[in-house]
């Protein structure tokens, strides 16, 4: 009975000694990275320092905006890719002393600087074995895997949102206008759709509502191939132009122009052209009936 008992009180230590083990072998390391010392969500303002080219200013208010060098929203996928940066795993940073070379790491006169909330992250060299970029943080050198340092060399444009229209703010009404090929032969005739209640309407002809629905829907969902920042815009005060009325009483007004391969939008207000593909022009002012 003794042996009974002794043999059964050693499985059931064995039994213990294994959960352990296996419990230690799940259990991931800690691992350090640069969020250490600003968290991800507690940033609210970027700013992008390169040598000879503009400052970019992006802030966070209800939704992240480009303040400098325009004032536009940003590109949301982009701030993610920007923050993505915080949360890099880091080895054993290397302190920076009084004889530290920064030269060494291509830190001594850093091309881009990246802050958030004023805490700066210089950019440097990349490591010749690993191809892992140097990073200097308060008073520490580190090594990361960098996937973001072509985006912060890109120009102001990248940062604008590729959408036409802010998805928070509804469409009241469209005023589209004639639009004629390069022969001056009629393309699509000019079309005012407004809401009414909960309906859509549109004259000089009412057309089917499940129509007017789906153009409003285009419009509402536009996605630029590309948005360009242009400050010297220069277009002839007589081309076509899409007036839209939004539910919170603003307006965007956009000039037409559009060739066999590309339709853009331009933004005279806003110093925004946003370009499409030209396929999607029947889409914008087409009811295909």
């Known amino acids: 009975?003794?042996?009974?008992?002794?043999?059964?009180?050693?499985?059931?230590?064995?039994?213990?000694?294994?959960?352990w083990l296996m419990t230690e072998s799940n259990t991931s390391p800690s691992v350090s990275t640069l969020s250490d010392s600003i968290r991800t969500s507690q940033v609210n303002e970027i700013e992008i320092h390169r040598q000879e080219q503009q400052t970019i200013q992006l802030q966070l208010d209800q939704q992240w905006q480009l303040i400098e060098p325009i004032q536009a929203r940003a590109n949301q996928t982009r701030i993610k890719l920007l923050l993505s940066l915080l949360d890099?795993?880091?080895?054993?940073?290397?302190?920076?002393?009084?004889?530290t070379n920064?030269?060494?790491?291509?830190?001594?006169?850093?091309?881009?600087?990246?802050?958030?909330?004023?805490q700066s992250f210089a950019f440097g060299?990349?490591?010749?074995?690993?191809g892992q970029r140097y990073i200097q943080h308060n008073q520490q050198i580190y090594l990361i895997h960098d996937d973001i340092s072509p985006l912060l060399s890109a120009s102001a444009s990248s940062f604008v949102d590729n959408r036409l229209l802010d998805p928070v703010s509804h469409i009241q009404s469209i005023e589209l206008p004639a639009l004629q090929d390069e022969q001056n032969q009629p393309l699509?005739?000019?079309?005012?759709?407004?809401?009414?209640?909960?309906?859509?309407?549109?004259?000089?002809?009412n057309h089917a509502q499940d129509k007017l629905l789906k153009l409003v829907q285009n419009w509402q969902?536009?996605?630029?191939?590309?948005?360009?920042i242009n400050p010297d815009i220069e277009i002839a005060d007589d081309k076509p132009f899409v007036l839209i009325e939004l539910a919170d009483n603003t307006q965007r007004k956009f000039v037409v122009?559009?060739?066999?391969d590309s339709l853009t939008?331009?933004?005279?207000?806003?110093?925004?052209?946003?370009?499409?593909?030209?396929?999607?022009?029947?889409?914008?002012?087409?009811l295909n009936d």
Request: glycine share 2%; charged share 10%.
């Open 1 to 19: 009975m003794k042996s009974t008992y002794l043999t059964n009180l050693l499985l059931l230590v064995v039994a213990i000694l294994l959960v």
């Open 88 to 99: 890099q795993p880091v080895q054993s940073p290397i302190p920076i002393t009084e004889n």
């Open 102 to 118: 920064l030269a060494e790491f291509g830190l001594q006169q850093p091309n881009l600087i990246l802050q958030f909330n004023k």
């Open 125 to 130: 060299d990349t490591e010749m074995l690993t």
């Open 188 to 205: 699509f005739a000019a079309l005012s759709i407004y809401q009414q209640g909960n309906n859509w309407r549109s004259s000089p002809d």
């Open 221 to 228: 969902q536009a996605y630029a191939m590309q948005v360009v």
């Open 257 to 260: 122009t559009f060739n066999n």
């Open 265 to 286: 939008l331009t933004d005279r207000q806003q110093q925004l052209q946003y370009q499409f593909p030209a396929q999607i022009i029947e889409a914008l002012f087409s």
